[in-house]
Structure formats: C-alpha cells, structure tokens
C-alpha cells in the first residue's frame, strides 16, 4: 500500500551542535579523515556505523550474488522517493548522530541525476563528513566524476567482478547484447583515476573464478592505481542458502597467493569496528588487496538473537537509509525498518528517539570468532527454533 508523503510539510532542522549519542558530535569542516573503520569507532567505544544511502531503487541489473534484501530489491515508488532536500536533511540527521562514514549507493547511483548527486556530495561533505564515498556499476558516472571529485568526494568504489566482458554480463544478469557497457565501466574506472578520485574495485569471489581471472584484475587496477577489495559470496543467498552455497567459494587459497607476494599486511574493519575484520595486503605493484572473510570473525548485536539467519555471513556493518526516509538496520533482513522520514515530518522527538534505537543497535554489537559462529550455524541447520535460540542464548 503506497505511503503518502507531503512534500509540504517543513522538515524539523537538525541542530548540527546536539549529537544524539554522548561524545559523538561531528567535527563541522573537519579535516580529520577516517581512512576506515577502526578510525570511526570513538574514543568511548560507541560503535558508529557506516550509512549507506539508497539514492534509487532501480539498478537495471540482476546480479547473482545480491542480497536477499538487498539494495537493490527495495522496489520505492516514483511518488516515494525523497526530494534532495528531504534527503540531505535525512542525511543531517544522522551525521548530527554521529555517523561519520557515509556511502552513496542504490540502486544505482549513476541513474540518479547527475546535477544532483554532485549536489549531495558537496553538501554532505560541508556537514563535516570524513569519509564521502560512491559505489556504481554503470560507466554513465563518467561524465560526473571530475564534478564529483570538485564536490569533495573522497573515493569511488567500481563494482567489477571481472575484465572478461561475457562473463560480466552473465553475473550481473544482463543481455550479452549489452557487452559494450562492460567497456564503458573500464573506461569510467580509468577517467576518476585520471580526475584524482582514490579508485577501489569491489570484486565477489565466485565458485568459477579462476585464478588467472583474479590475478588479471590485480593487474588492471595497478595500471589505473586502483586498490581491490575481494568479498567472500554472502552463502545465505538464494531459497534455504541454496544459491549462495552453489555460488560460494573460499578465498584462502586466492588469499594464501596473494599474502605471500605482500610487502606488508595490515588489518581493518568497516567503520565503528563493525562487520568482518579484514586483512589487506600491500603488493608490489602498489595495489592493496583487502580481504573480506569470514573466518576472520563477525560482529553481531542484541536485535540478532531474534532472527531467523542468526548468525548470518553478512553480519552487522552498516545503517541503511532507504530513498523514502525508512531506516533499516540490517543489510539483510526486511521488515525492521524506522521510518524517520514521517518522524521528521510529524515533528516532536520521535525522529530523535528513532535515531537513539537505531544506533543502539550497534553500539551493543559484539564480536564472535569464526569457530563460534560455524557451530551456531550447524545447529541452525538441523535444530527446531527453540535449540536455535537456546544455543543462543548459551553463547551470550
Ligand atoms: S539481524 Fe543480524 S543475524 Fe539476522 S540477518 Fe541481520 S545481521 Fe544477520
């Protein structure tokens, strides 16, 4: 049933001097810059999670290994989607929270207006926001990549799985017909190299990718002056898992190659200490590799121990803002949604309470090894849900 949002009603100003969470005010026109997580988790401990910002729902794609509420599965009508004031003053909100990484995602950030987006960025980034980064898929960022990186944003994250063409299409549920985008996004990678913008390539390790595939992507992304971060395939894709676990391969042995040609390797996480710790290793070439693996180990909080996937391959890392004001706490799970949207609207403290419960959700979060989840994930498999939330509850 659609929602119906008035576009005249005033949204509450945020005042950018109260901060939600104690000793969590954002540093206005900082300088400082949050390289990754670990930077973002403050100095009292609180875990700040990254906010990723839907800015479209439409991706034009079908990639195989998409979250089962992934973000592009979020299907928000025309008539929903937030003006770009609304969403800035969205964005406002949680950056007076304390939130200090944002990402702009979709969807598909490239089909959004460009103008726009430019806008967003550079207003996002006068609220005092540190780390300002955008995913995309689609070589159509291209013509806004110089305007972006003028707006102050701090990098860009390529989705590229692969350089082979066919292949790309056939991952990312696209017509083979449409083989010439995969060179456009090739040539987008190179010009925000060429425009400064600190490139990353985001690449899912899937059950067919061949070594020799992986290492030509590690050679590519040293002739743009890309980093590359490689994702385990989240398993819980697909009906039961089913897909996933056709799908999934374990990267140790890809890793194990790479980490013995690293001149050095460090360790980070996604922001507040969030999600799987990750290694990465700095190559000759001068690519860093970061490594995001399961067996390092996951983060998980109280709002878990309810839910069904418990403790699922994706974890807790990150706040959702949906592009109709909703917020969504976990990446993968639907229907936990807050919709700040109307809070703001309705005025009073509501959004503020909304807020506080959202991050609670984080700031409780805790770490579980990889051994101690694998047995939790076992007894998911076979126990009726009663075994599930008893062993649960032994663990914690
Ligand atoms: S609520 Fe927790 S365990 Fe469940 S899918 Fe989300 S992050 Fe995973």
């Not at 290994?65 to 770009?84: F, I």
């Not at 990678?189 to 400064?196: D, T």
């Not at 390790?205 to 595939?213: F, G, P, Q, R, Y």
């Not at 590690?218 to 980093?227: C, D, P």
Request: net charge neutral.
């Amino acid at each position: 049933m659609p929602r119906s949002h008035s576009r005249q009603a005033t949204p509450k100003r945020c005042d950018v001097t109260k901060s939600v969470l104690p000793g969590t005010s954002p540093e206005k026109g900082s300088n400082a810059r949050f390289s990754w997580g670990m930077e973002a988790q403050h100095t009292n401990n609180i875990r700040i999670p990254q906010l990723r910002v839907l800015l479209n729902t439409a991706c034009g794609k079908r990639c195989r290994y998409c979250r089962p509420s992934g973000e592009a599965s979020h299907q928000v009508q025309r008539d929903q989607q937030a003006t770009p004031d609304e969403l800035l003053e969205w964005v406002r909100v949680l950056v007076c929270a304390g939130v200090r990484d944002v990402r702009l995602t979709g969807g598909e950030p490239a089909l959004h207006p460009l103008g726009e987006l430019v806008r967003l960025v550079r207003e996002t980034k006068a609220m005092g926001v540190p780390r300002l980064t955008l995913v995309t898929r689609n070589g159509r960022i291209a013509s806004a990549l110089a305007a972006l990186k003028c707006a102050g944003l701090d990098c860009i994250t390529f989705s590229l799985d692969t350089l082979d063409p066919v292949r790309w299409c056939r991952i990312c549920g696209i017509s083979e017909c449409d083989v010439g985008e995969h060179a456009t996004l090739l040539d987008a990678v190179l010009l925000a190299h060429e425009a400064g913008l600190p490139v990353s390539l985001n690449c899912v390790l899937l059950a067919d990718t061949s070594a020799a595939e992986f290492f030509g992507l590690l050679e590519f992304a040293a002739k743009v002056g890309a980093s590359v971060k490689v994702e385990e395939l989240i398993r819980d894709v697909g009906m039961n898992g089913a897909a996933g676990a056709e799908l999934h391969a374990n990267p140790e042995h890809l890793a194990a190659m790479v980490r013995a040609q690293a001149s050095s390797t460090w360790v980070t996480t996604p922001a507040g200490g969030l999600g799987h710790p990750m290694d990465n290793h700095r190559l000759p070439s001068g690519v860093t590799v970061t490594w995001k693996q399961f067996a390092k180990g996951a983060c998980y909080g109280t709002d878990c121990h309810d839910c069904a996937d418990f403790p699922c391959d994706d974890a807790l890392m990150a706040l959702r803002l949906l592009p109709d004001g909703r917020l969504q706490t976990c990446l993968k799970r639907d229907g936990n949604h807050l919709d700040l949207g109307a809070a703001l609207r309705q005025g009073g403290d509501e959004a503020d309470r909304m807020v506080r419960r959202a991050l609670s959700v984080y700031a409780t979060a805790t770490r579980y090894e990889h051994a101690d989840i694998e047995r939790l994930r076992a007894r998911r498999a076979w126990a009726p849900a009663t075994q599930v939330l008893y062993a649960m509850e032994a663990h914690v």
